[in-house]
């Protein structure tokens, strides 16, 4: 099996309308006959808006929920283009970061991603065309959600390929 892992980031993902672009991408490679891992970030601004919404209520830094809060971004993203792709007829399934076992060390805003589940990913794509996984969050050995810092997905895309 051909498979390749595309980053959609905050520069790709401009707006909703860039979420459809993103799904012509991810079906020229599936047209060839490779399966797709799209690992995607919050549209455009979303993290900053909500890093400012959170240091309204408390310093972000200090707080164990702000990885929950900002990963909310993530998740949206993730979400619009499984539904995007969906639609264009494209075989998807949508994972969390836990369901694929990406599992990280450190600091709860800038961990370091140490182990993916292989085995999950293959499983979805022996049935799936897309497998979209939001990027920037993971889960910690606690089962706690911890971001990746800046250009944490970029880390999950190459952590996960």
């Known amino acids: ?6 980053k959609f980031g905050g520069s790709v993902l401009t707006s909703e309308a860039a979420v459809h672009r993103s799904v012509a991408e991810i079906y020229r490679h599936v047209r060839d006959g490779t399966k797709v891992v ?6 455009k601004g979303m993290t900053d808006s909500l890093l400012r919404q959170a240091d309204r209520y408390q310093a ?4 164990v929920a702000t990885p929950y809060l900002l990963a909310t971004g993530e998740f949206q ?15 998807t399934s949508l994972r969390y970061p836990a369901e ?3 599992l990280a060390e450190g600091d709860r805003l800038n961990a370091t991603p ?3 589940d292989a085995a999950a990913l293959k499983a979805d794509l ?7 996984v ?9 089962r706690e959600m911890v971001l990746l810092g800046r250009g944490g997905t970029d880390l999950s895309a190459v952590f996960i390929a």
């Not at 099996?1 to 595309?6: A, K």
């Not at 993203?77 to 264009?88: D, F, G, H, K, N």
């Open 77 to 91: 993203s993730a979400a619009l283009l499984a539904l995007a792709a969906e639609r264009s007829g494209l075989k």
């Open 100 to 102: 694929v076992g990406l």
């Open 1 to 6: 099996m051909s498979v390749i892992v595309l």
């Open 114 to 116: 140490v182990a993916v």
């Open 134 to 142: 939001p990027g920037f969050v993971a889960e910690n050995a606690s």
């Open 126 to 132: 022996d049935s799936f065309d897309l497998v979209v």
């Open 38 to 43: 799209a690992v995607v970030s919050a549209l």
């Open 60 to 63: 972000a830094s200090s707080s």
